[in-house]
């Protein structure tokens, strides 16, 4: 066996010619193909999982609404019996198109009323303001007040303590039909609401940051026409949320909401189709990727080609006196995982260091798109699983590919080699 590693050392030896140069820059492939292999593997494991988890901690696990569109008129009952018999956390929410006026700019957003009480015991929302806490780490918003978010702070010019006149369409909508009857003459005095913003929020998920804003939930009920004490759903919080398509099914069968028109959608039916496009494309990226690092591993069993050519008369000798074709075997095999396993190393050490700087490389190469990828930072999830399967898969690969040049050493006749000029 000493004399296997002797003759494989020997033959990996860094010298002075072409040769060695190339069997070494052979590991180029393996290294290149395991690190942006990895890399990209945990950007697409990091994006759907970091939107995930910024639907679960802003918006609710689990969404009730009324199946006819129309509004809970007591969500208090409906939140007692869901609070006593599953234990989980709820918050009353209405919903919304509006339009923001601020000085003479004019913005469309989406405005979600919600109950400060009940909101911070539901959601995370807490933990994404950026300015506006007070000194009990939370957030103030009475029927007089807005959160808004940075994106939205920023295109109005508007910070804490601002003013913004936000505007009903339905309210416009219904003067407009009532116009048309001869029922009005004038507009409304009440048509809008002056709200000051007491919050600015960044959740980083750009789908929330760039289209919703919060509010009271009798602000969003006055501009609605809706009496106060009612809401459009109901926000629910449980303790684990993978289980909420479970929960959900229960919830639905249970006869306390069958004579309510309740329904229930669980945070996985929120961007569905996304999620299961992302899936799809990772697995095709993956597949894709390990075609790139099998042809890495066709130019390492190349190298190892010339170099059974190069030493047709050592074998030979090698053979003449007495070494077995298990021995020339593992000669180029083990040179082939060595050749692997040193290329997959380095491109598990750059992928490694190529992640945990992501932000700067992004940063460098300008190509991150925060509105097309909804995430205004680049996301990332490394998956133990997934480095498992790329190195050791990595090395498996070249080493099969090096199967074929040992196997072609071991098939050397050693009287023509020790005839051959070579």
Known sequence: MKGIFFLTWRYLKPKKNISSIVTWLSCLGPMLGVGVLLVVMSVMNGHPHEIQKKIMEVESHISMSRYDGKFFPDYLGLMEHIEKKYQFQ?????????????????????????????????????????????????????????????????????????????????????????????????????????????????????????????????????????????????????????????VTKELARDPYFFNTKAQFYPWQYKKKQFFDIVKKEKTMMTLVLFFIVGGAAVGVAACLFSLVLQKTREIGVLKAIGATPIQILWVFLIQGLVLGTLGSTLGLVGGLFTLHNREWVVDKLGNWDADFYMLDRVPMLILSSDVHLIFWGAIIICALASLFPALVAVSINPVKALQSNE
């Open 90 to 246: 709820c918050s009353p929410y209405t919903q919304m198109p509006i339009f923001i006026q601020q000085d003479k700019s004019i913005k469309s957003f989406l405005a979600k009323g919600i109950l400060p009480e009940y909101d911070q015991a539901s959601s995370k929302l807490n933990s994404y303001i950026i300015d506006g806490l007070d000194e009990n780490g939370k957030y103030q918003l009475g029927p007089k007040n807005a959160l808004i978010s940075s994106r939205l702070s920023a295109m109005l010019g508007a910070n804490i303590g601002d003013t913004i006149i936000v505007h009903s369409p339905q309210k416009y909508g219904k003067l407009l039909l009532q116009k048309e009857e001869g029922k009005v003459d004038d507009v409304y005095l009440n048509m809008a609401l002056e709200l000051t913003i007491s919050g600015i929020f960044r959740t980083g998920y750009v789908d929330i940051d760039k289209n919703l804003m919060f509010i009271h939930l009798d602000s969003a009920n006055e501009l609605l026409e809706q009496d106060w004490g009612a809401s459009l759903g109901i926000d629910l919080s449980i303790p684990d949320p993978i289980q909420a398509e479970e």
